[in-house]
């Protein structure tokens, strides 16, 4: 598989010099990132973007790894054809008007398929948008915009998406919010050849990728699909598309998937250790969370320091909601806490420092209390709130070490307005802190962390990247 | 009640010339926006912020209102003496150092709100951040930031919160999301005599208030809420902290509440037609949706108008998960939506527009999708995906007229990058388009608005503002 995402010349069946065309922007996109030989196919033009452009395949005189489908779905055989001549090892259909439009486009896609298995030819699509990564940023797509080119950052979160629009949404996301860098992100459409568990399987085997994320809207290979995931200490976060009868209705028409029964699957998940996701966004923070937290124990309870008496009493009644203790705070780290205190007040968990960070100032009592806590041994993970009017992030500096050190995840919970609030955001997210800016997903994700890593080992890939 | 509100003169018992002081901010803040009688009281200075400054209560000439309470818990007894001497009608206590700090301050906090119920003094807090009024601009309240004077937006929503950081914190999140706008905000803290009893039947007479929210760990008054709640038709959402056993032992110590028994009172909130919130930014997203919300039919099913067949689907499940029907569009509506579609694509609800887009354009499609769906007898409210990087929100004027027309509740979910985005949302709000970012969220907040209105008629008030 690994010719779709590095490959050894690409050529651009259908580039375009109108910017209003997704050939243009396949082009655009291949040549802002790719470096090695790119081929633009269209009869149309001598050259476009200032490269030599190709009447048709056969004109381009070297081999090349692989082919961009941009034009109508019914020349897609005879380009197949073309593409064997060259020795192509991989297509990637970027059109839609197979499958998805009726018996005559599945007729269409069956037929190609075929085709490219005799000349062992892969196909990946066709109704997508391709892919992209943010290492070598290899941006084989028509998406229409070029804020990746300022706003990706190279990561260890890989997507694989079933719907061509999604993944441009879930990039988009990424991009607007940022705290999460971008390896792969493949899109996979009707999946005619290359299905989401081919691409699972590279995922897990891609030293760069530290946690996987997939909206499906139907598992091809179910049984592969759980035992790879089975098999891998990655992370694998799953939004299924079409989980009700009448979103199952919709995947049909949309990527002519067949949804499957969700309650059966939804066990398999289970079973499986695949962490489930049920909103857009959900799937994007827990992604994000993973992507920053490479290791946790499950051997106490979660402690909580806020700022909030309001904050910590709503964050427990979430840790009860979804099963995780709240720690219990030995003898010796309440001592030790209580000095920052005043004499009336005797803290408990969840901490709320407010009363201490009126007496003794917030770096002072952050710096005390987060050591304590996080050093108790009825403590493995920890949830702290923090307000941008109050302090900036460099109060946390001694906790990114403290979770590493020790191996307790932290998340933070973060209120605030402008940019000094962006700007703590930022900070903590770089420091290996995610920030939920819901309490309850938040809480959501440390359950799923918990979870994973009592099942599975610590995977170095995660947080060394 | 209106005293606290709207007093006639006000004093400020520990105002202070260091701006690290709460006693600064508060005279700061009352001088950004109230016009009536200033008295700042404070032995130590002759004048302060340029305003003539009171060594001691009697030492102002004039009777006043309201009574502005930061200094040391212990003095409070004898300035509800002096303030009785001045016919003050209420005392807004922000100190803390009273029941939440155990017995010694509880029996001091029984013992003030005895002697100013003698004097007919009602007092509202210890321990709160006091009342911010978005409409005339009122904020009787310590907290820090300037940023409500520029980022404030009056509007119909009011809040009653029963802790002092929160309410700042709700507060720094709509100055921080935008899209709501303020009026009454009310942090009731320890709540010695004043409680959300009396500020919920306040507020349900408030002519400028369309939705009420609430913050609470406990109810002082369960039958009196409750009977309020049955009695009105603006929408009362209520995010009950210390839901869980260790939640309630917190509440405890933060503001001295005994939350009760959730389970019961869960039941008693649905009899009374109270919408539930469990999360902060979720209690902020259904307040902000119901604040443009001002009526719903509950006789048909919702339509999704999509961009991504994807999104379609995951909006249809989630309605399936709030057992709301996706509507089924009449023959008529899918004729004429079928003019804009490709011949090979029947369109259904959800209405996944793509293909129409890239053949006849965005707001072509948008225009007539939206105008024949939103016609449709069978649809009773909408979900409306965009994507700021194909349009702006100029398309969506004809929805907003047909929304209050209509009568049928629309949500949108937005995706898109840097300020085009911002703006699209901006303008979505601003038309009483509620934009969600989480789905999951709007398909909630959608449940609880049909809910609502399907039980209690039309509330003019609401959309009114």
């Not at 009448?246 to 002519?256: D, E, F, K, N, P």
């Amino acid at each position: 598989m690994n010719f779709f995402f590095n490959p050894d010349g690409v050529a651009i069946i259908g580039a375009s010099g109108n910017p209003l065309r997704g050939g243009y922007h396949i082009l655009n996109n291949i040549s802002g990132g790719y470096k090695g030989r790119i081929y633009p196919v269209n009869p149309k033009h001598d050259s476009i973007l200032g490269m030599k452009c190709y009447p048709d395949i056969s004109s381009i005189l070297c081999d090349f790894d692989l082919a961009i489908y941009f034009i109508p779905a019914i020349f897609l055989p005879s380009i197949i054809e073309e593409c064997a001549k060259k020795n192509v090892r991989g297509i990637i259909i970027e059109s839609a008007g197979f499958a998805e439009v009726g018996e005559e486009g599945k007729k269409l896609q069956e037929e190609c398929t075929a085709l490219a298995g005799k000349h062992n030819i892969r196909l990946w699509g066709p109704n997508c948008m391709g892919l992209l990564d943010g290492h070598s940023r290899h941006v084989f797509s028509f998406m229409y915009s070029d804020l990746w080119k300022t706003l990706m950052v190279p990561g260890n979160v890989s997507m694989i998406v079933q719907s061509g629009m999604l993944s441009a949404i879930f990039l988009m996301t990424i991009l607007e919010k940022g705290g999460m860098g971008v390896n792969k992100i493949c899109s996979i459409g009707n999946k005619c050849d290359v299905n989401e568990t081919d691409l699972l399987e590279y995922l897990i085997d891609d030293p760069l990728t530290g946690v996987i994320g997939l909206y499906a809207e139907s598992i091809v290979d179910v049984r592969r699909f759980m035992k790879l995931c089975r098999s891998t200490t990655k992370p694998v976060v799953v939004l299924k598309g079409g989980r009700s009868p009448s979103g199952a209705r919709a995947a049909v028409s949309h990527t002519a998937s067949l949804a499957g029964n969700y309650t059966i699957m939804k066990h398999a998940f289970k079973q499986s250790g695949i962490i489930p996701a049920y909103d857009f966004n959900e799937l994007m923070d827990i992604l994000r969370g993973f992507s920053k937290t490479g290791h946790s124990k499950n051997n106490g309870g979660t402690a909580i320091i806020s700022f909030s008496g309001g904050g910590g009493i709503v964050t427990a009644d979430f840790l009860h909601d979804f099963d995780l203790p709240l720690a219990s705070l030995s003898g010796e780290t309440l001592k030790s806490i209580k000095e920052v205190f005043p004499a009336w007040m005797d803290p408990s968990n969840p901490v709320d420092i407010w009363p201490a960070v009126e007496k003794n100032g917030v770096e002072t009592v952050y710096t005390k209390v987060v050591d304590a806590v996080m050093h108790d041994r009825g403590v493995d993970s920890l949830i702290v709130h923090a307000f941008s009017g109050i302090c900036d992030s460099s109060v946390f500096r001694p906790l990114a070490r403290l979770k590493e050190e020790l191996g307790k995840p932290v998340i933070a919970w973060l209120v605030g307005v402008g940019e000094p609030y962006h700007a703590f955001k930022r900070d903590l997210e770089d420091m290996g802190i995610p920030v939920f800016e819901e309490m309850g997903r938040g809480v959501r994700f440390l359950h799923s962390v918990k979870q994973h890593y009592s099942k599975k080992p610590y995977n170095p890939n995660v947080s060394g990247l």
